[in-house]
């Protein structure tokens, strides 16, 4: 009966610090401005990356990213290990099996984020059309093509 009141108790504050450091940011945005930044200007960009609400900002997202990812490793790899001890093998394979799911989330996110919110502005894309070509008007460019 002690053992599963210490697994209740375990589980209880695993879940209630993930979603406490996970929901934090979100709590502090309410209450403070973090303001996203959207210059093009290295000199303001460089300004607003030190304002110290970004950075505690930053600071909350990587503890909430810190935990989430300990509670996997931590926690899920000797489950993982345990399912394959009857497979024989050369490498560790509970622990690639674990790492090539984190490069495929990590891979899926990225390809996710690139076509939903892609970086370049419209004034960006004609700008690198344009490269190269001192002098000519962009409708002197589109005539070529």
Known sequence: MQLLGEKLLATFLIVSLSLFTGFLPLVLAKKYDFSSIDSTQPLLMKKQKKNPKNVTLSFLLNIGGGVLLANCFCHWLP???????????????????????????????????????????????ERQENYGTAGESSEDNKKKK
Request: glycine share 6%; aromatic share 10%.
């Open 79 to 125: 489950e993982v290990r345990e399912g394959l001890e009857g497979i024989e093998s050369f490498m560790p394979l509970a622990e690639t099996i674990m790492v090539c799911g984190f490069f495929f989330i990590s891979a899926l996110e990225e390809v996710l984020h690139h076509f939903l919110h892609p970086h370049r502005t419209p004034e960006e894309r």
